[in-house]
T-cell receptor, first 113, second 109 residues
């Protein structure tokens, strides 16, 4: 089934630990994105990549890093997790053409204690 | 600053019609999107408006007025499965998406 796979679905980790959220798409979309969703707030863009080999900072990039070694994978790393990074993280992708509609993964719920 | 405003929560009755409004103030405009998000799930695309007017897609319609910075999503013949959050997003002049906080729609029998 074509789409986006995120892992893990849910994770609890201690503050200060390193964590990588994985994201893989099989739609051959050029662009990929990482958002966080917090109660009462709109989706906020963390990092994005318009094509393999390039990345850019979104609205809330501090404390996060990404890489885009190939078209399909776009992992998000928290180098040293803090409680304010407790959130639901969504990976998304789009084919940069026409309306540029986003397709989202199922999300990763992260709790930092 | 850039801002998207939507009501936090709305309640409607099964079989009825509901209109969810979205007003925006952004740096430029390159399209407005509506997404549906069921609790605990990913957002899914509903509609896209870039020109003024009404776009109809089955039971769902979306309207845009660029001069007023205003859009609405109209849901007809409401079904229980329409209970979800509805997210409004605007693409600005830098082609970045600005998201509203979403409107939680509760459908009652």
């Amino acid at each position: 089934i074509a789409g986006i796979t995120q892992a893990p679905t849910s994770q609890i980790l201690a503050a200060g630990r390193r964590m990588t959220l994985r994201c893989t798409q099989d739609m051959r979309h050029n662009a990929m994105y990482w958002y966080r969703q917090d109660l009462g707030l709109g989706l906020r863009l963390i990092h994005y990549s318009n094509t393999a080999g390039t990345t850019g900072k979104g609205e809330v990039p501090d404390g996060y890093s990404v890489s885009r070694a190939n078209t399909d994978d776009f992992p998000l790393t928290l180098a040293s997790a803090v409680p304010s990074q407790t959130s639901v993280y969504f990976c998304a992708s789009s084919d940069i053409s026409g309306a540029n509609v986003l397709t989202f993964g199922a999300g990763s719920r992260l709790t930092v204690l | 600053g850039q801002n998207i405003d939507q009501p936090t929560e709305m309640t409607a009755t099964e079989g009825a019609i509901v209109q969810i409004n979205c007003t925006y103030q952004t740096s430029g405009f390159n399209g407005l999107f509506w997404y549906q998000q069921h609790a605990g799930e990913a957002p899914t695309f509903l509609s896209y408006n870039v020109l003024d007017g009404l776009e109809e897609k089955g039971r769902f319609s979306s309207f845009l007025s660029r001069s007023k910075g205003y859009s609405y999503l109209l849901l007809k013949e409401l079904q229980m499965k329409d209970s979800a959050s509805y997210l409004c997003a605007v693409r600005d002049s830098n082609y970045q998406l600005i998201w509203g906080a979403g409107t939680k729609l509760i459908i009652k029998p």
